[in-house]
């Protein structure tokens, strides 16, 4: 589809949709559903969690993890998993006092007579001379929604569970995975990042909770949590203090952890700072860009981060400085005066932060390609934006197309 009719009353207007100018995109047909796909760079492959629908068997879907190579995408190796069972989650890794690189697999055992799945696995591949070789597997009490690399070991989220394992050796020489510890009080651990110590959890219902690892003890206790109810899609963390959250309405969100308060309440509760509607189910973040940006030039210090979403779409965030940030906010306060939108909808209604329970203007957020709009504006439309805001349209300019070097 290349364009787009809207009938109003007395009028019909029809628009055409702009081709993507920037990235170059490569399709490679696998012939199957890849729900998950991992990177590894220093066996040049990728691991992914595949489906393949069988209409007419017993069991009308087969999983597998399949590797493939990096650089011409050709399959090298299978493993198939068993009936009625499901790759959640994918992850290359490294673990303590082991050189090996390995590939960990979740999984799930999706029976037709369970509600919530009650087993699962961890399987532990490494890749030799092109082929997956298990290595270890430890069966779960539960769904392995997640899986990350946590200081040389690996946590996983396990229905309502986290759960950290280390890596250990055995008597024969081979290796294993044991429980370490783990944090009860989700009621579904789906989504997981961390940084340093820090495991930020995104729940099915109970929007983002903050915890940490205690080394010295060997334990992970809960220090904060967003007491909203948000039924997550994602989560990202942007600094020690600040994370980022998709919900199920199509809205980004960010909460803020008040670290130097004077009260352990205070310090317990996830602030609000910021939220969004993006119009998209988000159900991945990513820390990344998708251009290569130089070390010395001035966007190199502004973090971004990937987001991607179910209906394909893939975008990029950035965290600005408060001053670029302030300036942006009044161009698109001035933009959206001047710019009308498609059927005559209302911008700032459509950005509007909106769920079951409340709606809410946007805040601390910005819409970047409504920004970057400006440069195909006709001189009299960019005149009148720049009216509004007093500078100079050249200088709107410059301002708009540094934003643009950020993806």
């Not at 509600?115 to 270890?136: H, M, S």
């Not at 110590?197 to 915890?211: E, N, Y």
């Amino acid at each position: 589809m290349s364009s787009l009719a809207i009938a109003r009353e007395g009028e019909l207007t029809i628009g055409t949709i702009d081709e993507i100018q920037k990235l170059h995109i490569r399709t490679i047909p696998i012939g199957e559903h890849a729900r998950r796909i991992c990177h590894q760079e220093q066996t040049r492959t990728f691991a992914i969690c595949s489906l393949r629908n069988q209409p007419s068997a017993e069991e009308s879907e087969m999983h597998f993890v399949r590797l493939l190579d990096d650089r011409d995408f050709e399959f090298l190796a299978t493993y198939p998993l068993d009936a009625f069972e499901y790759g959640c989650s994918i992850l290359s890794c490294s673990f303590t006092d082991d050189k090996n690189v390995y590939y960990c697999v979740g999984t799930s055992y999706v029976l037709p007579e369970e509600n919530e799945p009650t087993k699962g696995r961890i399987l532990v591949f490494v890749v030799e001379e092109g082929k997956l070789q298990l290595v270890a597997e430890k069966e779960t009490k539960g769904s392995v929604y997640s899986l990350n690399a946590f200081n040389g070991k690996l946590l996983a989220a396990i229905n309502q569970k986290i759960q950290l394992y280390k890596w250990t050796l055995r008597d024969d020489g081979t290796r294993e995975l044991q429980s370490e510890c783990g944090h009860h009080g989700h009621i579904l651990a789906l989504y997981v990042q961390t940084r340093g110590d820090f495991i930020v959890v995104g729940d099915l219902m109970k929007s983002i909770s903050l915890l940490i690892y205690k080394h010295e003890e060997g334990a992970i206790e809960e220090i904060a949590r967003d007491y909203n109810a948000s039924w997550m899609t994602a989560v990202g963390i942007l600094d020690d203090d600040t994370y980022l959250g998709a919900d199920n309405c199509y809205n980004l969100f960010t909460v803020k952890r008040h670290s130097e308060a004077a009260t352990d309440e205070e310090r317990c509760r996830m602030e609000v700072v910021g939220e969004y509607h993006i119009g998209e189910f988000v159900n991945r973040f990513r820390h990344g860009s998708l251009v290569t940006r130089l070390p010395d030039s001035e966007t190199s210090q502004i973090p971004t981060m990937i987001f991607g979403t179910v209906n394909g779409v893939i975008g990029v965030m950035a965290s600005l400085p408060q001053e670029q940030y302030a300036f942006l906010e009044k161009l698109q306060t001035s933009m959206r005066k001047v710019i009308k939108g498609v059927g005559g909808l209302s911008h700032e209604q459509w950005r509007s932060f909106k769920n079951e329970k409340r709606s809410a203007d946007a805040r601390s957020f910005l819409d970047g390609d409504l920004i970057e709009s400006f440069m195909d504006l006709s001189r009299r439309k960019m005149e009148e934006i720049s009216k509004g805001i007093d500078v100079q349209v050249e200088e709107l300019c410059k301002r708009v197309e540094e934003l643009t070097r950020l993806h």
